[in-house]
Every structure is written in structure tokens, then in C-alpha cells.
């Protein structure tokens, strides 16, 4: 039966040859860097940094939406700001290092006959999703980190699931192209490398390539590596610029917090497994010993910045509402909307002696717009989970 | 595969599968239909305006302009930031992409430059009765 089929799809091809037009010409594209070793070659690279970009953001998601058995530790204090750090540069330069790869293919798009058979038809279907996820997981990032979303969706669930997608396709397409990689990298390099047009030869294409991956690095990482700041002229963020020193991502005006943050009758409550609730006024918390510690903000977009915090430690709250020093606790702020109002402590940062409930940063009490009168400020904690103008602290 | 669809449809008030499907298509369709063909249609271009002793050079450096000019697209078009955050964005992107662009020209401009020097010496070299000219490769 499937013979049958074959045979009248190469009888339905051949009847249509006069259809054979511009690009699905035979040797239509006359670049040799159409070839399968140069393609072979941008493939490792994409392999590596979408695996380095997969892993990377897997754990920015685990630990905001941790599974259960998943404990993010709160030591190395500056971890999560170099993984996701990692995870935004990579997927930036990605972005040469995918359309090179996509160029070296693109005849195949216009191959003749467009299907031999099932097998053939199934292994062109399945680009569909390796192809759009990449670019989609590529336009949805850089987007992100340029603030624009043209869409309807939320971007980090999008982007999530785009990525597990996109990874499913990309384990399928390197095991159907397993044998022509390893023919490609294994054939002898011809000894002498001239295009007959006179163009880019293989090491110049790679090359050039290369550098683009370089550039668009070097404008735009300096929002996450300190000393580069001010030669990263494309970086959405420069980590000193903005009140008190470092960049603001949450408004209060955006949060809504602009009148209760400010209000005098706030009080910050720690509640729930506790066996004295407390509530306390910000002049009763600034009256309390106070520790102060350097620490990242450390945002999922990319950026960091580092910064001087004062105020009570966590432990110090959880001890005087007489509660577990085993306890998880939940953050909430002042903000009644959002996915991000509340964030979860687990109970190694809860016991870490520099997460604090910060009410000063940089030498003076906390800016509105950095989550006056106070905030959770942590290490190893992805900025988003540093809950601005908290309000409650519930002990689990 | 099946996770993450899966997933999107399971977080379907957040993840909007419609509009998720169709930027996940039409980013793959984009690049296909707009993008790829634009860079054909420019490597035609400069196959015929390049001469070819200089080709690879405004090849590579086009290359590196394109790329970075797509990665600044988002910041230089604006659309995000600036809702009352001016840490948000806050440099001038657009000139930005002016500064590293024009870099790439000079730096491609006097790699043309150096070439087509090395090729007239060479010529000129070639053309003397002193047959003696090293082999160049052109």
C-alpha cells in the first residue's frame, strides 16, 4: 500500500514538472554555502546554546513555580543572576547564529519533489514547530527585554511552553539528521576554500557569523556585567541608572500602591503559623537591630545590579511571632493585582541571615519606586520574587 | 512536543492558545516568507554591484549589521518602557544602532580599502618586465 502511494506521488511530480519554477529550479541556489558541513557546523552551535538556553531558563521557571520536590538553595548568593544573566545573553546571540543556520537550509524548503513519501512528509512537518519555536522563542525574548508585547498571551508561560516545544522538535530533527551530521563533519575539508562567484568562503561565512554573535554580546550584556555598562550601547538597562542607583522594573504607579504605600497607618503583619501575630508600624521595625548586606536585584530579564540593604531579618520577624525556624513564609505586597504580588520563601532562605525585610538600600530609607516602606530582599532570588511594598508575611 | 502543548492548553487563561499559535506560526511563516527572501534578494544585490575581489569582506560585514540591527529592532522601535520608568530603556537606542552600524562600515570600509590596495600593487607588480610578481590569489 505504501509503495502504491509512492508511486503515484513520483507519477503526480513528474506531471508536474512545468511547475518547477524561480526557486524549486534544479540549482536554483548556487551559494556552496548551501552545504551540509557548513550547516552541520551552526548546528552544534545552536544545539549548545539552545541546550545552555533550555536549562537555564528551566530554572529561572523551577524556581518561581517550584515543583515539589524542587529546594532552590539560598547560597551562592549571586547564582540566579548568572544563569539568567547566561540565559538572556545566549538567546541574543543566538539570534545570528539561527538565521545563518536557516540560510544554509533555505533551498531545501523549495526541494523537488516536495514529498517522496510518508516518512518524508512526516520529517518535513516536524520543522514546522522546530522552525517557528525557535524564531518565536528568539522575537518573544527580545521582545521581553525591550518591554514590547504586541500580543495577547503572557510571555513567560508562552515562552515556557514554546521552549518545551521547541526542544521535543529539536531532539526529533537531530535524530533524523544524526547520520548526515556525521558524514558532513567526518568528510576532508577540500583542500582549497575559493567560492566560485568570489564570495564568502566557509571560514569567512562561520567567521563573520561569529562576529555577529560577538557584537550584538558586547552591546547589549553590559546590563549584566558591571564593567561593560557603558559600552553596551543596545542593552535595555544600565544597572546604575535609576533612583537611588539601580534600575526599577515595578512602578508604584503601575502597582497601584501609590496612596497605601505612603499611607502612615501601615503596618507589616506576620501571621499564620505564628504563635504571636504581630503587626508592626515602620518606626517599630526600624527599631529593631537591623543587618545590612550587598545584594543582587537580579531581574529574569537579564540585568543586574548590585546594592547596599538594610533592615530586619526575616529570622528575626519569625522568631518574635514564635514561629518554626523550619517555616516557609509568603510575601505579599500592597499591590492587589498581579501574578507577582505574592512571592513564596522557602524555608532555607527564610533561615538565611541576609534575607531581609529591607527598609533602607544605599545609604537612605527605601524609594517608593524600589517598594517603600518595605521590601524582601534575598540572595539567589530572581528579582521578580523580591515582593516590593510588602504588606504580610504569612508563616506556613 | 506533546508537554508543551499540553501545557499551553492547560494554562490556556494565560498562555491564550490562539494568539500563542498563531505568533508561534507566524514567527517560522515571518522568516520564511519575508526575511529569508529580503537577505536572497540583497546577496543578488551585492553579487552584482560587489566587485568580487572585495565581496567576501561586504558580505561579512553585512552580516554583522544585520544581525545586530534585527536584535536592536524591539529598543529602537520603542514601543516598550517609558510608562513613567525611566530606568526602563534608557538610553537612546537609535543611536545606538547608528554608533555600532557606522563602526562596522568603517571597519568593513578600510578592510575593502586595504584589498583593493594589496590587488592594484599586485597588478601593477604583475605588469612590470620583472616577471618576478608573487603568486597572489584573487
Known sequence: MVRKVDQALAGLWSKLEHLRLGPFRQGAFTSTLHSERTTAYLGLALGASFFVCFVTGLLSHGIQQPPGWFLWPSRPLSLYRITQGIHVATGIATVPLLLAKLWTVFPKLFAWPPVENIAHALERLSLLPLVGGSVFLLVS????????????????????????????????????????????????????????????????????????????????????????????????????????????????????????????????????????????????????????????????????????????????????????????????????????RRSEVNHLHAADPDTLVALGVNGEPLHLEHGFPARLIGPNRPGVMQTKWLSRLVVE | MIFGIAGTLDEAPRTHPANFALWFVGSGLAHDVLLAPAIFVLAIAVGRAVPSRVRPLVQAGLIVAGSVTIVALPLVLGRGGAQGNPSALPRNYGAGLLIVLSTIAVVTALAVWRRMRRFRVSAEAANTPNRTAPNHRD
Open chain 1, 141 to 340: 525574548g527580545l521582545n521581553d527585554i525591550a518591554l514590547w508585547y504586541p500580543w495577547e498571551f503572557f510571555f513567560p508561560a508562552a515562552h515556557y511552553w514554546a521552549a518545551w516545544i521547541t526542544i521535543g522538535a529539536l531532539i526529533v530533527h537531530i535524530g533524523a539528521k544524526a547520520s548526515i551530521i556525521r558524514t558532513a563533519l567526518r568528510r576532508e575539508k577540500p583542500p582549497v576554500e575559493t567560492h566560485a562567484a568570489g564570495g564568502l568562503t566557509r571560514r569567512g561565512f562561520l567567521g563573520a557569523v561569529a562576529a555577529s554573535a560577538a557584537v550584538v554580546t558586547v552591546s547589549t550584556v553590559g546590563q549584566t556585567v558591571w564593567p561593560l555598562r557603558r559600552i553596551s550601547v543596545l542593552a535595555p538597562r544600565n544597572p546604575e541608572v535609576g533612583p537611588q542607583g539601580f534600575p526599577v522594573n515595578k512602578t508604584a504607579r503601575s502597582a497601584g500602591v501609590t496612596e497605601s504605600a505612603v499611607d502612615p497607618g501601615w503596618r507589616l503583619s506576620v501571621e499564620g503559623a505564628v504563635e504571636r501575630p504581630l503587626s508592626l508600624s515602620l518606626e517599630e521595625l526600624q527599631a529593631l537591630p537591623q543587618h545590612e548586606v550587598s545584594l543582587p536585584i537580579a531581574c529574569v530579564e537579564g540585568w543586574s545590579a548590585t546594592a547596599a540593604w538594610v533592615g530586619v531579618p526575616m529570622k528575626t520577624l519569625l522568631r518574635m511571632a514564635g514561629a518554626s525556624q523550619e517555616a516557609a513564609v509568603s510575601g505579599e505586597s500592597l499591590q492587589e493585582r498581579g501574578l507577582y
